[in-house]
């Protein structure tokens, strides 16, 4: 058995009432070909000062590479935070025998935090509050299998409000992201309940930014597009910020901002700005401001979700990742987006609540060519 060093002093930050977390959390769905490659990783990680581990039985071999890992570094029990998660669809004896195997597959008698994985639909919400869930999420607080639960979500801003109205969860994980900051004003809120708030994969989800474009690495000048993102989110007050490591290297940011969670600098701020100014620049009159008065649609075409990654695209040039995005509405159920661009039949309704005056049904048949067509005429940029 391998001893870990004793992980360098960094900021902690709260989280709901479990214990304080580094401002980076190791999610462990991404170094997974091997054992022995999570264990390289998970080194790396405490050397770098995070103690927020994050995992989930839907991560494949994550539980069981983490536990072995855990267990070949000896690293002691209280020298990390573990959070697993449990998908809401289990009756309560299927949940009880799901929630013994994670803790097994890990080797620990006890979760810091539980997290109900996907709360994207008000029958989960319904499940973890009101059916089979909350009994079992009650059960293994009583138990003391688990310390704290929270969830995570890629639903509606409608189902996340309702959750964290129903004051039944200490922490939550939401996509926040600098090109992407939508939720932030859940994220506040939910700071201001006294809840710990995850940020979900600000680096790869949060646009592809660990290899930006290099018209982006231009507008972020003199930073890293994903050294600004994360300070962003830090400066935001958000408790931790995720990231999926698959080899050592990749958790360098990590190391290097170990300590950034100070407000941003003049300096920061500014090249920020510059960012929605080029990006208004360059869309010109076809820049969405992502206000939503255009919904909702008769087609349920989700109009500013995908005018977003138009406006990525156009405004600094995050074209491979708004085409991975794009290329997964649709394929994902519940989990992201489930109709494209394509679905507007031109009916109009949108236009006259929209308050820029965008022609919305044009920019959506722009973003359907540039993100899922073969190249041809732009209508604009």
């Known amino acids: 058995m ?47 000062g995070i103690n927020h581990l994050e995992t989930a039985p839907s991560y494949g071999p994550s539980e069981s590479y983490l536990g072995r890992a855990l267990s070949r570094l000896g690293v002691a029990r209280d020298q990390v935070v573990i959070t697993t998660k449990i998908l809401p669809n289990f009756d309560f004896e299927g949940g009880k025998r799901q929630l013994h195997q994670s803790l097994e ?27 089979p869930g909350a009994e079992l999420l009650a059960w293994a607080q009583a138990e ?9 979500s890629h639903g509606s801003n409608a189902v996340i409000e309702a959750a964290l109205a129903s004051g039944a969860f200490r922490f939550v994980s939401l996509h926040l992201h600098l090109f992407d900051p939508g939720r932030l004003p859940l994220a506040q809120r939910a700071l201001g309940q006294g809840l710990g708030v995850l940020a979900i994969s600000p680096a ?3 646009g592809q930014l660990y290899a930006p474009p290099a018209q982006l690495s231009a507008d972020c000048a003199p930073f890293h597009p994903l050294e600004l993102a994360y300070r962003f989110l830090l400066a935001q007050g958000i408790s931790s910020l995720t990231l999926g490591a698959a080899q050592a290297s990749d958790l360098a940011w990590a190391g290097r901002l170990a300590h950034g969670d100070g407000p941003l600098s003049t300096e920061e701020q500014r090249v920020i700005t510059g960012l929605e100014q ?7 009159a076809s820049y969405c401001g992502q206000c939503r008065a255009c919904l909702p649609c008769p087609n349920e075409v989700p109009i500013p979700a995908l005018l977003r990654l138009r406006n990525l695209a156009v405004g600094h040039g995050m074209d491979n990742h708004a085409k991975e995005r794009y290329a997964m509405v649709g394929q994902a159920g519940h989990w992201f987006e489930t109709v494209n661009a394509a679905a507007c039949k031109n009916c109009g309704d949108c236009l006259p609540r929209c308050p820029l005056g965008l022609a919305i049904p044009e920019l959506l048949a722009d973003t359907h060519q540039r ?8 209508l604009w940029g």
Not at 117 to 129: D, Q, R, S, Y
Not at 144 to 152: A, C, D, I, N, T
Request: charged residues 20%.
């Open 278 to 284: 080029r990006r208004r620049q360059r869309l010109g």
């Open 144 to 152: 003391g299998l688990v310390g704290q639960v929270g969830f995570s």
């Open 371 to 378: 993100l899922a067509a073969a190249p041809g005429r732009r």
């Open 105 to 131: 597959r890990l080797g620990v008698e006890r979760l810091d935090n539980l997290a109900v994985h996907g709360l994207n639909l008000p029958e989960h919400l319904a499940w973890a509050t009101a059916g």
């Open 2 to 48: 391998l001893m870990t060093k004793p992980a360098p002093k960094t900021p902690r930050r709260a989280f709901g009432a479990g214990p304080a977390v580094s401002l980076f959390s190791l999610g462990t769905m991404r170094a997974l070909d091997s054992p022995e490659q999570l264990e390289q990783v998970l080194e790396a990680a405490l050397a770098a």
């Open 204 to 206: 790869d989800k949060g």
